[in-house]
T-cell receptor, first 118, second 110 residues
Framework: GAVVSQHPSWVICKSGTSVKIECRSL??????MFWYRQFPKQSLMLMAT?????????EQGVEKDKFLINHASLTLSTLTVTSAHPEDSSFYIC??????????????FGPGTRLTVL | RKEVEQDPGPFNVPEGATVAFNCTYS??????FFWYRQDCRKEPKLLMS???SGNEDGRFTAQLNRASQYISLLIRDSKLSDSATYLC???????????FGTGTKLQVIP
């Protein structure tokens, strides 16, 4: 299957600092990438859809000024958590959609980034 | 009603048993359906797509029932390594946005 990488895999930061997470599709070009957040024992919640060369589309309740998304190329999307607070501590996962224009739009996930804000 | 609903389990089954999960979805216009597997503290991994005609991959069989708006996953001859959380994922066609169920936890017992 398609390979998606994320970096870093684990980060601990102080409250008030900003953290950038990178998501890369390694062996394919992804016009669309997705950012999810997963709290313990809960399902993945879509935060935003990242489209190459355009602004991200945020889900209701997700602050776009706090979670900055940049999709500068067909293989890279970044999520920056600005002014992080302890309640932002979570597992952040990106995914990239493999097929273009198809109905069966499987998503392949990065390994996730575990963020802990002290 | 939630967009995608699953029984959270856990389902505790002995090795070699057959187990089935169902997942219901509310949007009748949904076009794509998947089962993902997620191990503890790991990312979800695609297990199989679910096609209208149903599909089988080894010990795993997935079915789609559009009339009743549910998909199912059947696991035969359960292995210890099948222990995981199984996520039902439903997508709408045009926007390619998918919705995850909360997952069904499976524990296969020796």
């Amino acid at each position: 299957g398609a390979v998606v990488s994320q970096h870093p895999s684990w980060v601990i930061c102080k409250s008030g600092t900003s953290v950038k997470i990178e998501c890369r599709s390694l062996d394919f070009q992804a016009t669309t990438m997705f950012w999810y957040r997963q709290f313990p024992k809960q399902s993945l919640m879509l935060m935003a859809t990242s489209n190459e060369g355009s602004k991200a589309t945020y889900e209701q309740g997700v602050e776009k000024d706090k979670f900055l998304i940049n999709h500068a190329s067909l293989t890279l999307s970044t999520l920056t958590v600005t002014s992080a607070h302890p309640e932002d501590s979570s597992f952040y996962i990106c995914s990239a959609r493999l097929s273009v224009g198809g109905v069966h739009n499987e998503q392949f996930f990065g390994p996730g980034t575990r963020l802990t804000v002290l | 009603r939630k967009e995608v609903e699953q029984d959270p389990g856990p389902f505790n089954v002995p090795e070699g048993a057959t187990v089935a999960f169902n997942c219901t979805y509310s949007n009748s216009a949904s076009q794509s359906f998947f089962w993902y597997r997620q191990d503890c503290r790991k990312e979800p991994k695609l297990l199989m797509s679910v096609y209208s005609s149903g599909n089988e991959d080894g010990r795993f069989t997935a079915q789609l029932n559009r009339a009743s708006q549910y998909i199912s996953l059947l696991i035969r001859d359960s292995k210890l390594s099948d222990s995981a959380t199984y996520l039902c994922v439903v997508g709408s066609g045009g926007y390619q946005k998918v919705t995850f169920g909360t997952g069904t936890k499976l524990q296969v017992i020796p």
